[in-house]
């Protein structure tokens, strides 16, 4: 059984940094793409970046390009997001996504594994 789980979540102040993390078991996905979506309140779970099976090639959504670096230890089986510069619009459960295929993708609907989320709250 595959399971996602995401650690580093929590409180921050504006202009501050939290790093993410995403370990994955149950099975290796050193050949397939892995990302990051989020759910603010009330909205729909969105894309924030991806990475692909060797993490030569990143896609960030707008908001976060420049403020988030997405990395990746496929030897560890864990998927990183480092955020900078948060803003209260951060706030979200944000998602680690894994999927069998090599390629990266930044659609929810393509990714076959979820973890659980993690909560991010950045106060104003």
């Known amino acids: 059984q595959v399971r996602l789980v995401e650690f580093g979540g929590g409180l921050v102040q504006t202009g501050g940094s939290l790093r993410l993390s995403c370990t994955a078991s149950?099975?290796?996905?050193?050949?397939?793409?892995m990302a990051w979506f989020r759910q603010g309140p009330g909205e729909e779970r969105e894309f924030v970046a991806c990475?692909?099976?060797?993490?030569?090639?990143?896609e960030y959504a707008d908001s976060v390009r420049g403020r988030f670096t997405v990395s990746r230890d496929s030897a560890e089986n864990i998927l990183v997001l480092r955020m900078n510069s948060l803003s209260p619009e951060d706030t979200a459960v944000y998602y680690c996504?894994?999927?069998?295929?090599?390629?990266?993708?930044?659609?929810?609907?393509?990714?076959?594994?979820w973890g659980q989320g993690t909560r991010v709250t950045v106060s104003s």
């Open positions: 996504a894994a999927r069998d295929s090599a390629v990266a993708v930044s659609v929810a609907g393509g990714y076959d594994y």
């Open positions: 149950g099975r290796a996905f050193s050949t397939g793409a």
């Open positions: 990475i692909n099976w060797d993490g030569s090639r990143t």
